[in-house]
């Protein structure tokens, strides 16, 4: 079955980068979406950005110009860049996927069903 795994998650000072990594393993198809999302204590889970398998790419509008998703196809990994970090992108990140035939991604969590399970982004002030 696919599995993914997060990691790059650390604690940086605000205004700081970090790149945030997903291995994808025994992938079912070369069609499809994937994203990440986060989840800060008390808070909703919300979709941070979104990548279709054509390099199609949505974001939340408050990380829009700030982080950038990625995918290297030939190394089954998908990337998160975070550049100017703020406190309140500290959350715990997740990386999700759904196989299919997409024109475009949503960053709806109902819209992806496999999961990692997270990696934690501390931002401090």
């Known amino acids: 079955q696919v599995q993914l795994v997060e990691s790059g998650g650390d604690s940086v000072q605000a205004g700081g980068s970090l790149r945030l990594s997903c291995a994808i393993s025994?992938?079912?198809?070369?069609?499809?979406?994937m994203a990440w999302f986060r989840q800060a204590p008390g808070k909703e889970r919300e979709g941070v950005a979104c990548?279709?398998?054509?390099?199609?790419?949505n974001y939340l509008g408050s990380v829009a110009g700030r982080f950038t998703i990625s995918e290297d196809n030939a190394k089954n990994t998908l990337y998160l860049q975070m550049d100017s970090l703020k406190p309140e992108d500290t959350a715990v990140y997740y990386c999700?996927?759904?196989?299919?035939?997409?024109?475009?991604?949503?960053?709806?969590?109902?819209?992806?069903?496999?999961w990692g399970r997270g990696t934690q982004v501390t931002v401090s002030s």
């Open positions: 999700a996927a759904a196989f299919g035939v997409f024109s475009s991604c949503l960053l709806l969590p109902t819209t992806y069903y496999v």
């Open positions: 025994n992938i079912r198809a070369a069609t499809h979406k």
């Open positions: 990548i279709t398998y054509n390099s199609r790419t």
